[in-house]
């Protein structure tokens, strides 16, 4: 692979498409984890759920449908699916507070894994193959393939963003925010504290489950070991390290990390290795060949220890609660931002 | 009824393993709130450092006077695996979990990552140029890191906060993984017989299994493949060993052309001693041509790869017993085990100045402080025992299933955790009875026809607990404070 490919469309399109997926997990999850303050781990179980539902819709559809209807059936479907799933494991689950919530809604997401990988009518651990609606993958059809997806996921996105900034900005979304910083306090101002845990975890669930219906109609084959704990735990690090409360924050996390799984699996890799081979100097060629080896084969433990740096040295993420044009150096940069013009307007401070 | 009564001494075997970790798990929870993920791979890195141990220091190999029953390796493992993995939890906690309470130094979590990437992954391309080199480059990098950059972190960790609860979890979660991939990394995902579990084939049973006979008059015979080296510690003959499979004394019907070729040389005149096998290879991965046994399945044996065959022949030959403890033994052992340690550990926490100290901390670490209790010091030991639990679970695990391999944490662990929130977290007796009461549940499950649910029921079990009780069976009630 050259450079000039990176900019293929057959090569980008995929990664763009999951950049797409994974902001719709990524902001969702915020909902729940970095506004309400319920710390969840169990969003892989949701985007399972959103994925299955969506599938076995296509799949088991009692009557003929064309294409498109079955294809916009089938996220209305994984949406409502995920949703219900939100509601079932929401409501009782609103008893428990901290680690005892994300333990529960862990074991909720492990326990839909291994039901569906023994559940047979959606071929347990073999996978559901799902045809593909609207335009058939092939190799003829691919541009028009993932110019499709490509168009279609990033609508969603940010259907997505529009959505959940919206509800934040709102009087319910004062209401779930006051939730994070303090319940009790909360609860004695006259907020339902029931209903908005609940609010926040149904729409947080029901997103999660359409990122889960995009991903069974793009990739066409979902599997119960797509959805383990390590999928939950990327898009969990995606919100933290962007910073929980912050959803410029968790875009560009998602960014971030995405790209950097995937620089760890490409031929760009070689780059230094090309460079210490110009020298000719035996000792710096072996030492970026033995870099190259390391991040190529051993790129899980590279990612972790970066994990662990990331979370001792910025705990609070990029941008903490601030969104990107709250932070100093936006300011600095560009001068103005929301707070400073109220400042201005109103005449107090610099 | 006796299927039951099977089914149901089998869940409290199985149960006991899990206890052995709830004990850390509801100890470290207990003092500084924090689910500890990498608890489970402390209990995988306690089961490898005990096969490490069996391997290369079985009873017979122990530098001690006498004929040593077959357990003394046994003993000596659990020593190995639980003090070692106690160990290497304290620098755990040292390193990375007290720079998240805003205490530790991040310099020295540098410095320590970088010398163990570099030891681990850099060592052998560089000192194949210039060792010297990469000796300074390791040693000068460390000391580079913990001399210069403090200047600059600590003025950074004294502007920010500690970390908050998620991104300490998040913080164990990737310990946790790191650990596991650096295990897969090192022993290869295969998983391993456990040394005195399995029963190795000799030679003769294993040619005829894997290796396609030979045409003889093959080229190339391996020049003393094994140099026979006297042990100057234990000159005798393992016990039960086949007179056959010493490595001295080789029979010609195994392998034809290298027998009558070259004449070993311990048979040059002199009586031939009995030797041990040499024992480096089989273990590690690290060049590729170490591969397990299992490499040479199907395959025929070219002439260059002879030497290679000889000296897994002599690895194998006689080596390993039969397993000397029956199925049964292993249950009261495991149970036994978790009895002793659970009742030490109760006095430990309950009658010791040191546990007064500990259930301090757990209550009020900042009170705890004001009282002239060293918290960190209390933390570090809290740490100390879980894995010391957790290594000899390790080693029971392995002798108790036979198998071992770098995930086997995970999914014990999180049962494990299951357990102590299930017994109340933070009680040593609720961590024993949850781990049994979840042990023997799941194996009832899958005893009578669910089996391919028996993960799915700790989770249910979790579920339920947490919102019928949610301060576990027998946890005490914890007001909440506004």
Redesign the interface.
């Known amino acids: 692979m050259s450079f000039t490919d990176l900019f293929n469309l057959q090569f980008l399109a995929p990664h763009l498409v999951w950049i797409g997926i994974y902001l719709i997990l990524a902001l969702s999850l915020n909902l729940i984890?970095g506004y309400a303050g319920m710390?969840s781990l169990g969003h892989q179980g949701f985007w399972a759920v959103g994925a299955y539902a969506a599938g076995a819709f296509i799949v088991h559809a009692p009557f003929a449908l064309p294409g498109p209807v079955l294809f916009v059936l089938s996220l209305v479907v994984g949406v409502l699916m995920a949703t219900l799933g939100g509601l079932i494991i929401g409501v009782?689950?609103l008893?428990?507070r901290?680690?005892?919530l994300?333990?529960?809604t862990?074991?909720?997401a492990?326990?839909i894994r291994?039901?569906l990988?023994?559940f047979e009518w959606v071929e347990a651990s073999r996978g559901l193959d799902i045809p593909y609606q609207i335009i058939v993958r092939s190799p003829e059809t691919m541009t028009s393939f993932y110019t499709f997806h490509l168009i279609f996921t990033w609508t969603m996105v940010l259907v997505t963003f529009i959505v959940i900034r919206n509800l934040i900005h709102s009087s319910h979304g004062r209401a779930i925010i006051s939730l994070r910083e303090d319940e009790?306090a909360s609860q004695l101002i006259g907020v339902n504290i029931t209903r908005y845990k609940v609010l926040a975890f149904l729409v947080g669930a029901g997103f999660a489950g359409l990122a889960g219906a995009i991903h069974a109609n793009f990739t066409g084959l979902i599997a119960p070991r797509d959805f383990t704990i390590?999928g939950g735990?990327m898009i969990?690090?995606m919100v933290?390290l962007g910073g929980?409360g912050s959803m410029t924050g968790t875009v560009l996390a998602t960014f971030i990390l995405y790209s950097v799984q995937q620089l760890f699996k490409l031929e760009l890799l070689n780059i230094p290795t090309k460079l210490a081979g110009l020298t000719g100097i035996?000792?710096l060629q072996?030492?970026a060949?033995?870099?190259e080896?390391?991040a190529r084969?051993?790129w899980?433990?590279c990612?972790?220890?970066l994990?662990?740096?990331l979370?001792?040295?910025?705990?609070?993420g990029f941008f903490g609660k601030k969104e990107i044009w709250e932070t100093k150096l936006w300011r600095r940069l560009f001068g103005g931002g929301k707070k400073a013009n109220l400042a201005n307007a109103t005449g107090v401070g610099a | 009824m006796e299927y039951f009564v099977e089914q149901a001494v089998n869940g409290l075997s199985l149960g006991c393993m899990y206890a052995f970790i709830a004990l850390g798990y509801t100890m470290v929870y207990g003092i500084i709130k924090l689910i500890n993920f990498a608890h489970s791979e402390f209990f995988m890195v306690g089961a490898f450092l005990g096969f490490l141990s069996l391997h290369y220091l079985p009873a017979e190999r122990l530098p001690l006077p006498g004929d040593l029953p077959i357990y003394a390796g046994l003993v000596v493992a659990v020593l190995v695996a639980a003090f070692g993995t106690a160990i290497f939890a304290v620098l755990c906690e040292k390193l990375l979990y007290k720079p998240l309470r805003g205490e530790g130094r991040i310099a020295a979590l540098l410095a320590a990552i970088y010398g163990v990437v570099f030891a681990l992954f850099l060592w052998a391309p560089i000192s194949s140029s210039s060792g010297v080199l990469a000796l300074v480059l390791l040693i000068g990098g460390c000391w580079l890191i913990l001399t210069y950059l403090p200047k600059y972190t600590d003025r950074f960790s004294r502007a920010r906060s500690p970390g908050g609860r998620i991104a300490a979890l998040l913080t164990a979660l990737g310990l946790s993984l790191a650990l596991q991939n650096a295990a897969v990394w090192i022993f290869t995902a295969t998983p391993r017989a456990w040394p005195e579990a399995k029963k190795f084939l000799t030679w003769p049973e294993l040619e005829s299994k894997y290796v396609a006979p030979q045409a003889p008059g093959t080229q190339d015979p391996p020049a003393n493949p094994i140099p026979p080296e006297a042990s100057p510690t234990s000159p005798a003959t393992p016990a039960g060993q086949d007179p056959n499979g010493a490595p001295a004394a080789p029979d010609a019907s195994t392998a034809p052309a290298p027998a009558s070729t070259a004449p070993p040389p311990a048979s040059s005149g002199m009586e031939p001693t009995p030797v041990l096998p040499k024992l480096d290879a089989n273990i590690f991965h690290f060049d590729g041509t170490n591969r397990p046994i299992d490499f040479y399945k199907g395959q025929s044996i070219g002439p260059g790869q002879q030497a290679k065959l000889d000296k897994l022949k002599a690895e194998h030959d006689g080596l390993y017993q039969e397993d000397p403890f029956s199925t049964n033994t292993k249950k009261i052992m495991v149970f036994v085990a978790l009895m002793i340690s659970g009742a030490l550990l109760y006095l430990l926490v309950i009658h010791t100045n040191l546990g007064k100290a500990m259930r301090a901390v757990s209550y009020n670490a900042d009170a705890a402080r004001l009282m002239g209790i060293n918290a960190n010091q209390v933390i570090s030991f809290t740490f100390f025992i879980g894995a010391f639990l957790a290594g000899i679970g390790g080693v029971l695990w392995g002798v108790r299933y036979g198998k071992i391999e770098p995930y086997m944490g995970f999914l014990p662990g999180l049962k494990a955790f299951v357990a102590a929130v299930l017994g109340g977290i933070g009680s040593i007796p609720g961590a024993i009875l949850g781990g049994i009461l979840l042990g023997l549940t799941e194996t009832l499950v899958a005893g009578y026809g669910f089996s391919a649910f028996r993960d799915a029921v700790a989770f249910v079990i979790l579920i339920v607990i947490l919102l019928v009780k949610p301060s576990g069976l027998l946890g005490g009630f914890e007001g909440e404070k506004v």
């Open positions: 984890n710390f009782p689950c008893r428990l901290g680690d005892y994300a333990i529960a862990l074991g909720f492990e326990i291994i039901l990988n023994n009790v390590i735990i969990l690090l933290v929980m035996q000792f072996d030492f060949a033995g870099v080896a390391m084969e051993r899980q433990i990612f972790a220890v994990l662990m740096l979370m001792i040295s910025i705990p609070q």
